[in-house]
């Protein structure tokens, strides 16, 4: 950082208190109802032949699949009952009258043996809820405790499920969790931040960066929001990584400016070279981590798309809150950071270079630098092996509680009722002309075809309804719904679950049934697959735009080419670890009874993704902390071995610190009983301690010892690119004058807190 910011800092540190404490007033009165305003889809990619078949067959017929279903369940006796189909057809004709409803059908209006159990004592209503999502959001807040009724006396009972119950019941869960997990997570964070720093005063100033960044990134969403869809999962990692970030920037910044004041240097002089050493490391590795962040605005998905805004804002707004903010106010407290301590303990910063824990294991794992390399990257590959049959799905009912009614209701359906009707896949037929006999007749004929595929249920067309092959009913009042001015559509019933395997052969089935129809398919398996296709297909762009950038970046903060190699290569090998004990744990359904979640056989396929970014941005995070201290070291006396282990020791405590403190925050996350929040929230804790653990504590002083002074070696060209744009982490310091060492024996040093005594 510029000597000159860090000069301002200190001399106008109550200016900059001030603003920090305005904008978090302004943060908190603007940003803080965000939850209210965001969306809960996204998921889709809107260039997706699914999505433009939803669309269209939105705006041409204003129909579609069904989205609110209506499970009734007959008093007694069956719902062909008399007094049971006068109260159906009631059902039906209210919720039909209710704004933002269309589409609306039941066993009772269509006479349809398919909505009608097995048992006979319960049907199905079945209705669209129109506009945006967050139309349909709004909607179903409304529709959801209107229709939910209990039986009593000859009255029906109703439950409210399908897809916009679902989300809006997985909405409500993740925000009530969201409030659990916080309140899991301050206290034992505060708990260990007082264990961690030996205060109160220095343990609360990560809290107040925390919150500064939190609501900071509140602010940003609803800004954004305005503009954009911004999904409401993105709260999850502003809260995660705001705490998370706040808290390794702070813990950095605080050591080195404990270890500055245990140098004895006064506390304007600790704060300015703080600001000039770790404020440049805290920047970089903040850019680290919206660099991965951003990675994901390739792809199409406003759900991950979402995640990249909110993690780039709380990179950047940590950053600037630790390197500006946190200044100023261990400027304003001066020597009073280490008040409150609790008993007599070393403060952080305060480091035994020559027999401290870190610097012995160090050493330690340099003497066997081959036979710890090959043992380290031996288990992490075999912790990863699960991972070579990962699954990915889609998220369906089953991402919420046992109990939650929306899933309860949707279970009853499949395990009662002949066929998936919510589940229907739709074909959009364009250029239709139902005058035209051969349009007819070629329609007909696709409906014939489809119907006779393994997985469908029934074909519904203008034409008629068709089962195996065959017109089962002829075309009907109920058919009018299917035409058009010049297109048509039909809805294809599966018997199979839509989100699964067979669901995703039954769509390749259709996609390739021959027909001189133009058609497009849509529907959930459809939309399972293209999902896939669309970030599968995009992920290596992510990947690389991820590998070139961190790379270049850490070449031009360190001067060597094997260095950010290295990194690149041991952050891979911790994620793939990662993600095959998640495979292990969460696909396969190994720890479902005590974690409580109900496995199915595959994982949400976002969730790689989105946990690959955040989770290498982390790992990057604490590389950046590591090298840069080592480097430093380099650069001072040129012994890499010596520079490895004062490196280490210097940082083993605030990274093992930083680690285990956000992994506690991840954890609380995975709390959630929504089971995709909780393996993110596992999943990014295991990343966070793996790579805190085994990749910092044994695999990089390892590798390091191996390439001995190779790791910073680069071409000429390359080498003198690299200090003329002049991103080197070291700062050249002078060392503490004379007069100072003097003050220093005495216990003087930090007597005068006002006087700069060395000119930068």
Not at 77 to 93: C, E, I, Y
Not at 153 to 177: C, K
Not at 180 to 203: K, N
Not at 711 to 719: D, S
């Amino acid at each position: 950082m510029p000597a000159s910011l860090a000069r301002f800092i200190v001399h106008r540190r109550r200016f900059v208190l001030v603003g920090a404490i305005l904008f978090m007033a302004i943060a908190a009165a603007f940003g803080g109802s965000v939850a209210t305003k965001l969306s809960n889809g996204g998921f889709d990619d809107p260039k997706a032949e699914s999505s433009v078949t939803k669309t269209l067959i939105e705006k041409t017929f204003g129909a579609g699949s069904p989205n609110l279903v209506l499970l009734v369940r007959a008093p007694s006796g069956s719902v062909d009952d008399v007094n049971t189909r006068a109260a159906g057809l009631a059902l039906t004709k209210e919720l039909a009258d209710a704004p933002g409803v269309a589409g609306v059908a039941s066993y009772w209006t269509l006479q349809a043996p398919p909505l009608k159990s097995n048992k006979g004592d319960e049907a199905l209503v079945l209705a669209r809820l129109t506009g945006t999502e967050d139309d349909v959001r709004k909607t179903i807040e409304e529709i959801s405790p209107r229709f939910t009724r209990t039986a009593t006396g000859s009255s029906l009972e109703v439950t409210v499920t399908g897809e916009a119950e679902v989300f809006r019941q997985v909405g409500t869960t993740i925000e009530s969790d969201l409030k659990r997990a916080e309140t899991i997570a301050l206290p034992i964070t505060l708990v260990l931040l007082v264990l961690v720093f030996g205060g109160l005063v220095a343990a609360s100033l990560p809290l107040f960066v925390g919150a500064l960044t939190v609501l900071g990134t509140f602010l940003v969403l609803t800004i954004i929001n305005s503009f954009t869809d911004v999904s409401i999962f993105a709260l999850n990692l502003t809260t995660a990584m705001g705490l998370g970030l706040a808290i390794d920037y702070a813990l950095f910044i605080i050591s080195r400016y404990r270890e500055e004041l245990a140098a004895g240097w006064p506390v304007h002089d600790a704060v300015i070279r703080s600001v000039r050493t770790a404020g440049r490391t805290v920047v970089f590795s903040a850019a680290t981590v919206a660099i991965s962040l951003s990675s994901l605005l390739v792809f199409r998905q406003a759900f991950l798309r979402s995640f990249a805004y909110a993690g780039v804002a709380v990179a950047a707004i940590a950053a600037i809150a630790s390197v500006v903010v946190l200044p100023a106010l261990l400027a304003v407290l001066g020597t009073r950071v280490n008040a409150l301590q609790l008993g007599k303990r070393r403060v952080a910063g305060a480091v035994d270079l020559e027999n401290g824990f870190w610097h012995r294991l160090a050493l330690a794992v340099m003497r066997r630098p081959g036979r710890i390399a090959i043992g380290g990257v031996t288990l992490l590959v075999l912790l990863g092996t699960p991972f070579l049959h990962l699954n990915v799905g889609l998220s369906d009912h089953r991402v919420l509680p046992q109990e939650a009614t929306a899933r309860t209701a949707l279970e009853r359906i499949a395990a009662d009722f002949s066929s998936r009707e919510n589940g229907a896949a739709e074909i959009f037929v364009r250029s239709y002309n139902p005058a035209d006999a051969g349009a007819t007749e070629s329609l007909a004929a696709y409906a014939g075809s489809l119907s006779s595929l393994k997985g469908v249920a029934r074909v519904d067309a203008i034409t008629g309804s068709f089962i195996g092959g065959k017109l089962v009913a002829p075309a009907n009042g109920s058919s009018r719904r299917f035409a058009g001015k010049d297109a048509t559509w039909l809805s294809v019933v599966p018997s199979v679950e839509p989100v699964s395997p067979a669901g995703e052969d039954l769509v390749r089935d259709i996609r390739a049934v021959d027909t001189k129809l133009d058609v497009l398919v849509g529907g959930p398996s459809a939309q399972l697959v293209d999902s896939k296709a669309s970030l599968f297909g995009r992920l290596p762009y992510a990947g690389l735009i991820v590998a070139l950038v961190t790379f270049v970046l850490l070449f031009l903060m360190f001067g060597g080419l094997l260095v950010p190699l290295k990194a690149l290569l041991l952050n891979v090998l911790s994620l793939t670890a990662t993600f095959g004990a998640m495979v292990w744990i969460f696909q396969d359904g190994h720890l479902a009874g005590f974690l409580k979640f109900t496995p199915t056989g595959t994982i949400d396929a976002t969730t790689p993704v989105l946990m690959f970014c955040i989770a290498f941005g982390l790992s990057m995070d604490y590389e950046v902390f590591l090298l840069s201290r080592i480097k430093e070291e380099h650069d001072r006396h040129g012994d890499n071995t010596r520079a490895v282990a004062v490196g280490l020791e210097k940082t083993g405590r605030i990274v093992t610190a930083a680690s285990l403190l956000i992994a506690v925050v991840f954890v609380a996350f995975a709390t959630s009983g929504i089971s995709f929040i909780k393996l993110f929230g596992l999943g990014l804790a295991l990343a966070v301690l793996m790579d805190a653990f085994v990749i910092r504590a044994t695999l990089v002083p390892a590798f390091m010892r191996l390439a001995g002074e190779a790791n910073w070696w680069a071409p000429a060209p390359l080498r003198r690119l690299q200090q003329r744009i002049g991103l080197s982490e070291h700062v050249e310091l002078e060392p503490l004058p004379a007069d100072l060492q003097v003050r220093r024996l005495t216990g003087t040093a930090n007597a005068d807190r006002d006087t700069l005594t060395t000119s930068y």
